[in-house]
């Protein structure tokens, strides 16, 4: 027993072998771990390289059901493929192709290739190249991996590239067909003058075959023609231009000793860098054409000759009676050259029948094959010959007459050819449109219907009538003096105007155009006569409306000098009435009676000489169309009777006032008050013209402006207006004063009776308004004022009174004048009201005091015209930044800066300088109090 057991030496041993065991046993457990971890960690980058990779990749079995995909891109989500059959996705057409290739990579581990379409609910078809690989395990191919790379662009872009290639194949065989086929000779020569290409037809008109072409120059092929077309290429090549449609002639290897013609062009060959390589030469051969062309002229000589020395004359004519080919004879027949009638047709020749007579004639000739008759021409000079025609139709020679014709005037008899003149010319007199006479020793022998009617005779009254009693006096003279000229033969024809007499003894204008004839052997004039009332009236209506123009054109020069100068003068005029009321003011304060009384004395003189003076530059702002105006639809009809009363009582008691307005009178669209003016300004006017009695009197009716009553005023348009007419039986006015009366400072007025503004007003207003007026006056008939507005549809607007309102304040204003007087005074009222006043003498330096003020501005009091940025520019710069701002427009004139709209909108007013501090305060209280 006690040999069984181990020593304790060999249970250390059996211990420690036990413990190293143990060590080995954990080590081998770590380095498991490591490789698990190591793995995993491998398989996450597999993974996301798999699901972010820009190919399908997917796995299948030997069945071909995929395993795995790492997306899609045919319509199904991940979920939906994996687990079905790869051949879901790919048209029947290709199933077999699949198989098979999967079969292989199965057998043999070898990965490959193949190309398929995809099925899917995609719009566009899709292809696909697929890599198919084996994945192995225990050694055996298990599954298969596909990567498919979408190749459809590739595929369109080969489909198009193998389409385009086609096309260019074709197109090279129809363009090679077409050059051996053309019948024009086409070669391609280097510029050694080889050729490079040549066509069968240029083989065959050189003699020579296309292959013994090939290789060699035009020096070997045609050597009696290089030298020639040498010099001809030498514009080819050296300026790379084309020669165009050259003749060439001379002798080739088919016909040696024959000369023959061809047309030929080149064109220059250039590489892609612009250089001259070679050439295209195209010829035509047009030996039998030249051969046809000399034949033909020989032929066209004799023909020629023969017509020429023949006394009858001849005509080549088409059907539509054109004349194609004359001859000499005929020529010397009618006095024309044979150019001028080349350029003619039967119609100019014919002195019988009319265009309409000869077409006919044409078509009874084409029917029956030929014709002779007998017809008159008339020559060159106007004088008609007998001829007798001989006519033949020739259809096959391109529908063409030929005529033979004689001159049988010496078989007519002298008096039946003056008769026959005689009687043609009576009916061509009788239906004329236009005035015609024969005269002879100054009296009428023969008048046409028209020119009775012109003067208002019967034809039988005017015969034998001395022609100068139908002459008023002043025009007889130079009448008597061109009739004998023409007879004296010194002038053969005149044409010339003057008045004639009518039967009643109304002067009518009258152009004549007369010349010398011969009247039964003794000398006459024949005279075509046109009434040309017509053409006068347009004459002085026309220099009516240019007189219009100067006018106008004037009056705006003058206007933009009135309104500067109102500008200028309306600043001053603000300082004094601004200052004058403010001492008046002042003065209700004062203790000292005496001094007070005198000073207020001189003060209200100089207020009241300032609103004279502020009246006068209203005025001149009316004139000049640069004042503010407040438009309203106003009742031209009930304006007037409303002011019926007030108008009689400024007039005299010796002048008879009747007013004659129609009860249904249109609207018009204008300021209340400066059409009040208007009418005022009139009256005015017309009762100061008749200086003992007369009788004045006011019309006012509707009225249509047509295009000829636009066309008499300037800037008129056609349409609906409301004329208002003043008239008197005063003086009148010369043509002279006619031509200033609209003009400022012009009177005709004593000194001190008249500042010479009242028909400037008018003007101005009325062109302001876009209306148009029109004067008629004479010495001592009287004159007549008519002004046309145009008509609106539009109810009368009704009249508004201001509500009063108090005038100080605490708000902040912003005064912004470039007039320092203007300002002081405007600044230092604002202040005594109350208010917070910020000062700027220009835009530029309100938009700076604005910035720096920061707070607040509750009103801008701004002129309108100041230099580099005027008050309309100011006042949208600072709505910007203060949009509930309210604005006070001042100026003595805008400048066509602001309308009624723009000035006077909703937070706006405007204030025409001069004006007065308490007008100002009322203004800009009653905005700060709009809501």
Not at 42 to 55: H, I, K
Not at 468 to 490: K, Q
Not at 541 to 570: C, P, S, Y
Not at 893 to 921: I, M, S, W
């Amino acid at each position: 027993m006690g040999s069984t057991l181990k020593t304790r030496e060999e249970l250390q041993a059996e211990l420690q072998r036990l413990q190293a065991r143990l060590v080995e046993l954990e080590r081998t457990e770590a380095e498991r771990e490591q490789a698990v971890a190591a793995l995993r960690e491998s398989e996450e980058r597999w993974r996301s390289l798999v699901q972010n990779a820009p190919n399908i990749i997917f796995t299948v079995d030997q069945e071909g059901r995929i395993l795995f995909i790492n997306r899609t891109v045919i319509g199904f989500t991940v979920e939906q493929v994996v687990g079905s059959s790869s051949y879901n996705y790919v048209p029947a057409e290709f199933h077999d192709t699949m198989r098979k290739t999967f079969a292989r990579v199965f057998q043999t581990g070898e990965a490959e290739d193949y190309e398929s379409e995809s099925l899917g609910d995609h719009c566009k078809p899709a292809w696909y190249s697929n890599r198919i690989g084996a994945i192995r395990k225990n050694g055996k191919v298990d599954t298969a991996i596909v990567i498919a790379s979408d190749i459809t662009e590739r595929k369109r872009a080969d489909k198009a590239l193998q389409e385009g290639e086609e096309r260019l194949q074709e197109q090279f065989r129809e363009l090679s067909l077409v050059y051996q086929c053309s019948p024009v000779g086409l070669s391609v020569l280097d510029r050694n003058l080889r050729f490079l290409r040549i066509n069968q037809r240029l083989a065959e008109i050189n003699g020579v075959p296309i292959e013994e072409h090939l290789g060699r120059t035009i020096f070997e092929v045609v050597p009696d023609l290089a030298e020639h077309l040498q010099r001809l290429w030498r514009p080819v090549f050296e300026k790379g231009e084309p020669v165009l449609d050259v003749e060439i002639q001379g002798e080739t290897l088919k016909t040696p000793g024959e000369q023959r013609h061809w047309l030929a062009s080149y064109f220059p060959v250039k590489s892609a860098a612009g250089e001259v390589t070679g050439l295209i030469a195209a010829v035509s051969e047009i030996t039998e054409r030249k051969r046809a062309e000399d034949e033909l002229r020989r032929s066209e000589e004799r023909h020629r000759t023969i017509l020429h020395t023949t006394m009858d004359g001849f005509w080549r004519v088409d059907t539509r009676g054109r004349l194609l080919e004359v001859n000499e004879s005929y020529c010397r027949m009618s006095g024309y050259s044979m150019q001028e009638l080349l350029a003619m047709g039967i119609p100019d020749l014919e002195a019988i029948e009319t265009a309409s007579d000869i077409a006919m004639h044409i078509r009874n000739i084409m029917a029956k094959g030929s014709g002779r008759f007998e017809s008159q021409h008339r020559r060159k000079n106007g004088t008609v010959f007998d001829v007798e025609v001989s006519v033949q139709y020739q259809p096959a020679e391109g529908r063409q007459f030929v005529a033979f014709l004689r001159d049988i005037t010496k078989r007519k008899l002298a008096e039946e050819a003056l008769h026959t003149s005689e009687e043609k010319f009576k009916a061509l007199a009788e239906q004329s449109i236009t005035g015609i006479c024969l005269i002879q020793d100054g009296r009428f022998v023969y008048v046409n219907p028209r020119l009775a009617e012109i003067l208002d005779f019967r034809q039988e009254e005017m015969i034998a009538l001395p022609v100068l009693d139908l002459v008023a006096e002043p025009d007889r003279d130079m009448v008597r003096e061109n009739m004998r000229n023409r007879l004296s033969g010194e002038v053969l024809s005149v044409r010339y105007t003057f008045h004639a007499l009518k039967k009643g003894g109304t002067e009518v204008p009258l152009e004549v155009h007369g010349s010398v004839m011969t009247h039964r052997t003794r000398p006459a004039v024949l005279a075509t006569v046109l009434d040309i009332s017509e053409r006068k009236r347009a004459e002085e209506e026309r220099e009516d409306l240019e007189a219009q123009l100067r006018q106008a054109q004037k009056m705006q020069v003058v206007g933009q000098l009135a309104g500067g100068v109102a500008h200028d003068f309306n600043n001053i005029l603000t300082a004094i009435l601004g200052n004058a009321e403010r001492l008046l003011v002042r003065m209700e304060l004062s203790s000292d009676e005496i001094p007070t009384e005198v000073t207020r004395s001189g003060l209200e003189e100089i207020k009241f000489a300032a609103e004279r003076a502020a009246a006068l530059t209203r005025q001149l702002l009316a004139f000049s169309r640069k004042e503010i105006k407040r438009s309203v639809v106003l009742d031209l009809g009930r304006l007037i009777r409303d002011k019926n009363d007030m108008l009689r009582r400024i007039l005299r008691e010796d002048i008879v006032f009747d007013v004659k307005v129609a009860s249904d009178t249109r609207r018009i669209r204008a300021d209340a008050a400066q059409f009040e003016q208007v009418i005022m300004n009139l009256v005015l006017n017309a009762r100061d013209a008749m200086r003992t009695r007369g009788t004045l009197t006011i019309t006012c009716a509707n009225t249509d402006f047509d295009e000829v009553q636009a066309a008499a005023h300037l800037g008129a348009k056609p349409g609906p207006h409301v004329m208002l007419a003043v008239s008197d039986t005063g003086v009148g006015m010369s043509k002279e004063t006619m031509e200033h009366m609209f003009e400022p400072f012009f009177t005709t007025k004593p000194t001190g009776k008249g500042t010479g503004l009242g028909l400037a007003t008018v003007y101005g207003i009325v062109r302001q308004t876009g209306g148009h007026i029109s004067v008629e006056s004479e010495l001592g008939k009287g004159s007549t004022f008519r002004v046309y507005f145009p008509a609106v549809e539009e109810e009368a607007s009704k009249s508004e009174t201001p509500p009063s309102v108090e005038v100080g304040g605490d708000e902040v204003i912003l005064v912004c004048e470039d007039e320092e007087l203007v300002r002081r005074g405007v600044c230092k009222d604002l202040r005594a009201a109350g208010y917070t006043v910020l000062e700027a003498e220009n835009g530029k330096h309100a938009l700076d005091v604005a910035a720096g003020y920061g707070d607040k501005i509750d009103l801008l009091v701004s002129d309108v015209i100041m230099p580099e940025m005027n008050g309309k520019q100011l006042a949208e710069a600072m709505t910007t930044r203060y949009p509930e701002m309210r604005i006070v427009f001042v100026s003595g004139y805008t400048d066509d800066v602001l309308d009624d709209k723009v000035c006077r909108g909703e937070g706006r007013d405007f204030l025409q300088k001069p004006f007065a501090p308490n007008d100002l305060l009322r203004r800009v209280r009653n905005l700060l109090d709009q809501s």
